[in-house]
């Protein structure tokens, strides 16, 4: 009980990268050019996908929301972050650091079962194109989304308290540039192997259960596109779902390895700069992999672009 006083009643101080003070300056430079990018990247997004009456359609609603995320998953630790390695000052209030992993992993698991929605999305649009917008209605649509929130917020509600309740004995030092769960977890000076076995078994709902589903619907997918006799067709089938799967395999390949192994059980500097990946690489190229390659959404650029200069000659 001292312990988790005291922890509760100072800051505490993201080690980061500060044994590298070297690489502290690139990292800088690097991660604010990403950051900028990202904020654009998914901001045009969001206002092309709401502005342009031809991308009201579920697949746009549902990377509206995608990209929605990736700008609050970003922006829930980049600036800390950038902050942190602008000076010598590593501290985080204890409200902040509460905030921000409530954040990572509220956001972390809605992004899971969000790409889960959208492979179900891509399996109705293959596989049933002829009920395409009578299934995916948008009471439905609307309804996945809000089940993908509330089941990622809930996630984060039984896990977060748990993490920062844990005895940590006066230890103030996260071995991490971010409040992340596992780099918490390591912190504590009790046996933690209880909160590890929950935070796996909630892994598994949270994390593996959508994964499964996506390649369960992808294995649908890959058998009806094969039966589509036009090879335009099947190339723009594969196109859709090629650009999906890479950003599946970019965002599960980080998170299945940082969160099915909490603890000592991994590296801490190869985690570091894996969540970092998963933190700003991703978020960055999710709108140039997904959509931004998209003649639709290129299209709708050019139609926006075009009537502003229209009405700016007017």
């Not at 844990?166 to 071995?175: I, K, T």
């Not at 709902?205 to 067709?233: D, E, H, K, N, T």
Request: aromatic share 10%; with cysteine.
């Amino acid at each position: 009980m001292d312990g988790t006083n005291e922890s509760t009643q100072g800051n505490f101080i993201l080690l980061g990268f500060s044994d590298r003070p070297h690489l502290e300056r690139i990292l800088f430079v690097v991660i604010l050019i990403a950051y900028l990018l990202t904020l654009v990247g998914n901001t045009t997004i969001i206002l092309v996908s709401r502005l342009d009456p031809h991308l009201h359609t579920p697949m746009y609603f549902f990377l509206t929301h995608l990209s929605f995320l990736d700008l609050s998953f970003t922006t829930s630790s980049i600036p800390q972050l950038l902050y942190n390695l602008s000076g010598c000052d590593k501290t985080i209030s204890y409200t902040g650091c509460a905030i921000q992993l409530f954040l990572f992993l509220g956001l972390g698991g809605v992004e899971c079962l969000l790409l889960a929605v959208m492979a179900y999305d891509r399996f109705v649009a293959v596989c049933k194109p002829l009920h395409y917008m009578v299934i995916m209605n948008p009471r439905l649509c609307l309804g996945l989304v809000l089940i993908a929130w509330g089941c990622g917020v809930a996630n984060s509600l039984a896990m977060s308290p748990v993490t920062l309740r844990l005895p940590r004995c006066g230890r103030h030092s996260v071995d991490h540039f971010l409040c992340e769960m596992p780099a918490l977890i390591r912190m504590a000076c009790v046996n933690t192997a209880a909160v590890e076995g929950t935070v796996f078994v909630l892994a598994v709902g949270i994390v593996l259960s959508p994964l499964v589903f996506i390649l369960v619907s992808y294995g649908y997918i890959v058998r009806a596109v094969l039966q589509i006799q036009s090879a335009s067709g099947r190339q723009k089938a594969f196109n859709t779902c090629g650009s999906h799967l890479t950003v599946v395999s970019l965002f599960y390949g980080n998170i299945i390895y940082m969160y099915m192994q909490p603890g000592n059980s991994s590296s801490q500097d190869q985690g570091k700069f894996l969540t970092l990946f998963y933190n700003i690489v991703t978020p960055l190229l999710n709108p140039l992999i997904y959509t931004l390659r998209n003649k639709e959404v290129k299209g709708a650029l050019r139609r926006l672009l075009l009537h502003d200069r229209d009405t700016g000659k007017i």
